[in-house]
């Protein structure tokens, strides 16, 4: 709730010299609360109610959560594949390196 002092009033109480702050201050108040209306007023014009709206935002946040677990545990079979076949061409090279050596020792 807005309270609008009459420049009178300020002049009376003895703050005339802020009266030109004071109605900018105003202005500048109803500006804000004009936009709010005018902001809110928007969701309002969608025509979908609020709780709608809810749940579409916790369907879209579960759907996300679930493409992400998605996508780690791809990556985490990717880092298994790519270990396993790290350690069998290790394994692949110490027995060719164990061949070499018997061969060198023949």
């Known amino acids: 709730m807005w309270f609008f002092f009459p420049s009178s009033a300020l002049e009376n109480l003895g703050f005339g010299a802020y009266k030109a702050e004071a109605k900018a201050a105003l202005k500048e108040a109803k500006a804000v609360a004009a936009k709010k ?10 025509g979908i109610p609020e709780e709608e709206l809810l749940r579409q935002q916790q369907a879209l946040f579960e759907k996300a959560k679930q493409e992400q677990a998605l ?11 790519a270990l396993q076949q790290q350690q069998l061409l290790q394994q692949q090279q110490q027995q060719q390196q164990q061949h070499d050596d018997n061969d060198d020792y023949s």
């Open 37 to 46: 209306r005018r902001g809110s007023s928007r969701l309002e014009n969608l």
């Open 71 to 81: 996508l780690e545990q791809q990556q985490w079979y990717q880092m298994q594949q």
